[in-house]
């Protein structure tokens, strides 16, 4: 997927959480107060608040404020595809959660991979929605620069469990200097506050302030002291809108799920149409070899002992069909690191994935047993009646949908690739033994330790 359609997707998935609510209470205050809107304003409002469309102005918004409009179009890229960089690949991560409803956000080492400039304008643009949208952003960052660090609001100062500073960020430096260190004038307040190691009290003996001390004095603090009283007054929750806390743990109704995850799934099968066009491709090729073995002219039917041949091509049939559904097994493993993170992040329930992922296969399924049959089925010679034409294919139909579920099962629960295939082999093999098919030893030659092979087989 493009960069551009994994945010669509993602906004999609998250909803709009109370943005209707807040448009319809907006729009009615406005009219009693006899206001008129801003257009541009307005417009951006409504668009905001119109859940399940397929593009929306918050996509173009968070492609431009995170630098990403000039990759919008090109693929997320992966091992075998060319596609955007590390860093951009992080803004992508970042943008997936700005798009949606969160009025609360938790943000950990969102500056790795990105340079200085790129880092400013992603925190001046968070500022923005925290201050115009009152929302509540915690970032933590590593030695931020100093243009990044004066963007914030409030600072947390965390060392070994405890809580050294909360508040202002414009009396940090006032309490550490009432502790005894004063920030030097070339030294960034940011590092200074990492490796706190200067003692401006020239008329006392430099001495070790612990942690806990640290900790002791910001509640004797006028911030810390300031704090305690705001805690100590109860919330009214009478005074709380209904639309403060949300009641659904999706951004979105199921059905509303299932059709976006549809519309993902049936995309990505566009974009991997090679794969479905090679496995049809690679079963006519193989219809063709099984019509040259299995000629219905050289396969007589006026004896019992006939039968082993019809069985032999009915077998060679279901193992090819079984075999088509082995892809399925890397494509699972391909996509649980996204389906994953998407689980935990609340985008769709997980059974919706599972739903649509069975839907999309079953025109995949009858394609390719319909491919099979119509090939083979009455080149090999079996009963010319149509009944027996179609039970053929509903059970084709069945074998491939058993691999195909068999295969994602193996995928989903194995999780590594080597392991999976290997595994996936393994069971194939008891398939093959405990089938049903078995050689006679007397139809085998008795050169070469043929005996025990036929047992075997």
Same mark, same amino acid.
């Given at each position: 997927m493009t960069v551009r359609e994994t945010l669509d997707f993602s906004r999609r998935c998250l909803g709009i959480g109370a943005r209707y609510d807040m448009l319809a209470e907006l729009a009615a205050r406005e009219r009693e107060a006899?206001?008129?809107?801003?257009?541009?304003?307005?417009a951006y409002m409504k668009a905001t608040a119109v859940q399940g469309q397929e593009t929306n102005i918050v996509t173009d918004l968070t492609l431009k404020v995170l630098g990403l409009d000039i990759c919008? %179009?090109?693929?997320?890229?992966?091992?075998?595809?060319?596609?955007?960089?590390?860093?951009?690949?992080?803004?992508?991560?970042?943008?997936?959660?700005?798009?949606?409803?969160?009025?609360?956000?938790?943000?950990?080492?969102?500056?790795?991979?990105?340079?200085?400039?790129?880092?400013?304008?992603?925190?001046?643009?968070?500022?923005?929605?925290?201050?115009?949208? $009152?929302?509540?952003?915690?970032?933590?960052?590593?030695?931020?620069?100093?243009?990044?660090? $004066?963007?914030? %609001?409030?600072?947390?100062?965390?060392?070994?469990?405890?809580?050294?500073?909360?508040?202002?960020?414009?009396n940090i430096?006032?309490?550490?200097?009432?502790?005894?260190?004063?920030?030097?004038?070339?030294?960034?307040?940011?590092?200074?506050?990492?490796?706190?190691?200067?003692w401006y009290l020239e008329q006392q003996q430099y001495r070790h302030v612990s942690v806990p001390e640290f900790a002791q004095r910001f509640k004797s603090f006028h911030?810390?002291? @300031?704090?305690?009283?705001?805690? @100590?007054?109860?919330?009214?929750?009478?005074?709380?809108?209904?639309?403060?806390?949300?009641? $659904?743990?999706?951004? @979105?109704?199921?059905?509303?799920?299932?059709?976006?995850?549809?519309?993902r799934e049936q995309l990505l099968m566009k974009r991997n149409s090679f794969i479905y066009i090679f496995k049809v491709t690679q079963l006519i090729i193989l219809g063709l070899m099984a019509m040259t073995v299995f000629l219905r002219t050289k396969m007589p039917y006026g004896h019992i002992s006939d039968g082993g041949k019809f069985?032999?091509?009915?077998?060679?049939?279901?193992?090819?069909?079984?075999? $088509?559904?082995?892809?399925?097994?890397?494509?699972?493993?391909?996509?649980?690191?996204?389906?994953?993170?998407?689980? %935990?992040?609340?985008?769709?329930?997980?059974?919706?994935?599972?739903?649509?992922?069975?839907?999309?296969?079953?025109?995949?399924?009858l394609m390719e047993s319909a491919v099979w049959v119509v090939l083979t089925y009455y080149v090999m010679g079996f009963a010319p009646a149509p009944r027996r034409f179609f039970r053929q294919l509903l059970a084709f139909?069945?074998?491939?949908?058993?691999?195909?579920?068999?295969?994602?099962f193996l995928g989903a629960v194995l999780k590594s690739m080597v392991v999976a295939n290997t595994f996936g082999m393994f069971v194939i093999l008891l398939i093959f033994i405990f089938g049903g098919f078995v050689i006679p030893r007397e139809v085998t030659s008795d050169h070469g330790g043929s005996g025990l092979t036929g047992h075997l087989l």
């Amino acid at each position: 997927m493009t960069v551009r359609e994994t945010l669509d997707f993602s906004r999609r998935c998250l909803g709009i959480g109370a943005r209707y609510d807040m448009l319809a209470e907006l729009a009615a205050r406005e009219r009693e107060a006899g206001i008129k809107p801003d257009p541009e304003i307005d417009a951006y409002m409504k668009a905001t608040a119109v859940q399940g469309q397929e593009t929306n102005i918050v996509t173009d918004l968070t492609l431009k404020v995170l630098g990403l409009d000039i990759c919008a %179009d090109m693929p997320i890229g992966d091992e075998m595809i060319r596609g955007i960089s590390g860093g951009q690949k992080k803004r992508v991560t970042t943008g997936e959660m700005l798009t949606g409803p969160a009025r609360a956000l938790f943000m950990d080492e969102i500056s790795t991979g990105l340079d200085s400039s790129s880092t400013f304008e992603i925190v001046k643009y968070i500022r923005q929605l925290v201050h115009v949208m $009152n929302e509540t952003v915690m970032i933590s960052l590593l030695q931020p620069p100093p243009e990044t660090y $004066n963007l914030f %609001d409030d600072i947390i100062l965390l060392s070994e469990g405890y809580i050294v500073y909360h508040g202002p960020r414009d009396n940090i430096l006032e309490f550490f200097e009432a502790a005894g260190f004063r920030c030097p004038e070339r030294k960034g307040v940011a590092d200074f506050l990492q490796e706190v190691q200067y003692w401006y009290l020239e008329q006392q003996q430099y001495r070790h302030v612990s942690v806990p001390e640290f900790a002791q004095r910001f509640k004797s603090f006028h911030v810390g002291q @300031q704090m305690v009283k705001e805690l @100590q007054i109860p919330f009214d929750k009478s005074k709380t809108h209904p639309a403060a806390l949300t009641t $659904n743990k999706y951004g @979105q109704s199921s059905w509303e799920s299932i059709k976006t995850v549809l519309s993902r799934e049936q995309l990505l099968m566009k974009r991997n149409s090679f794969i479905y066009i090679f496995k049809v491709t690679q079963l006519i090729i193989l219809g063709l070899m099984a019509m040259t073995v299995f000629l219905r002219t050289k396969m007589p039917y006026g004896h019992i002992s006939d039968g082993g041949k019809f069985f032999g091509a009915l077998t060679f049939s279901l193992i090819t069909v079984l075999f $088509n559904g082995f892809a399925e097994l890397q494509l699972t493993i391909k996509m649980l690191p996204t389906f994953y993170k998407q689980r %935990d992040f609340l985008f769709f329930p997980p059974w919706t994935f599972a739903l649509v992922t069975i839907i999309l296969r079953i025109p995949v399924s009858l394609m390719e047993s319909a491919v099979w049959v119509v090939l083979t089925y009455y080149v090999m010679g079996f009963a010319p009646a149509p009944r027996r034409f179609f039970r053929q294919l509903l059970a084709f139909f069945g074998t491939h949908q058993m691999a195909m579920a068999l295969f994602r099962f193996l995928g989903a629960v194995l999780k590594s690739m080597v392991v999976a295939n290997t595994f996936g082999m393994f069971v194939i093999l008891l398939i093959f033994i405990f089938g049903g098919f078995v050689i006679p030893r007397e139809v085998t030659s008795d050169h070469g330790g043929s005996g025990l092979t036929g047992h075997l087989l």
